[in-house]
């Protein structure tokens, strides 16, 4: 198993929050792997170790949830097409969109071993005239690198801090149930990602009833995890923080 090895904050965070310590982790690894070679579906082959184990900590080492949410993001690209199409970062349209800040990880975390905070911009988008599923598709693709290469972010999790300003009723009225839907499978069904905290800013009346579609497809303890705020600041470090 070739992964990247922890700091010691990050180590005793994942031994407190999601069960992992040096001899689950083999153990877990090594039973997914032979899993994974009886599913020659899933193209194991070109599964590397640390993907593998973000899945396996994205799940808290629950081994039949993570062969579930694996086999679910394998599904992916029949269940929701739009998020497969066109994935190439050097084309000139995702450029585009990737230029705008859409879907920021900021560089800094609070602490050593505090989540990764990840600044969503989706106003932007009326500037290229973009719909909904550009801001879903870069954000998805953004979250695939931080699961391959973000400690911060398959440990500690990810608090989302989506700045609503200027989004416009174009954009709201593509956010309809069915498509609530769809994105909550990928990205909390299917992806592993740890979501410690939505911060909504600046929501226009239209978006707050929107986010409560969104909440109607949530988990409770994820519900309580939305926060509308007034004001964030970034500091010299790049750190997001609550005013």
């Known amino acids: 198993m070739e992964i990247r090895p922890l700091s010691d904050a990050l180590r005793k965070r994942a031994r407190e929050e999601i069960n992992e310590n040096p001899e ?112 879903c598709k870069i954000g998805f693709m953004i979250a695939e690198i931080l699961l391959l290469e973000d400690d911060n972010f398959t440990i500690s999790g990810e608090e989302l801090v989506s700045d609503l300003k200027d989004t416009g009723f174009g954009l709201i009225r593509q956010w309809t149930p069915a498509y609530a839907r769809k994105l909550f499978m990928c990205f909390e069904n299917a992806l592993t990602i740890r979501m410690t905290r939505i911060n909504v800013l600046n929501a226009p009346i239209g978006m707050r009833t929107a986010v409560a579609i969104f909440k109607l497809f949530l988990k409770e303890k994820l519900k309580k995890r939305i926060i509308g705020r007034t004001k964030w600041k970034v500091t010299g470090l790049g750190i997001c923080e609550r005013i």
């Open 24 to 135: 689950t982790l083999v153990s877990n690894f090594n039973e997914l792997r032979e899993w994974l070679n009886e599913h020659p579906q899933l193209k194991s082959e070109i599964i590397s170790d640390q993907w593998l184990v973000a899945f396996l900590r994205g799940s808290k080492h629950n081994l039949e949830k993570c062969k579930s949410k694996i086999e679910r993001y394998y599904n992916l690209s029949t269940a929701a097409p739009e998020l497969y199409a066109n994935r190439d970062p050097l084309d000139p349209q995702i450029q585009e969109l990737l230029k705008l800040g859409l879907f920021l990880p900021l560089k800094k975390c609070a602490s050593e071993d505090s989540p990764r905070i990840v600044l969503v911009r989706m106003g932007e988008l009326n500037k290229v005239h973009g719909r909904l599923s550009d801001l």
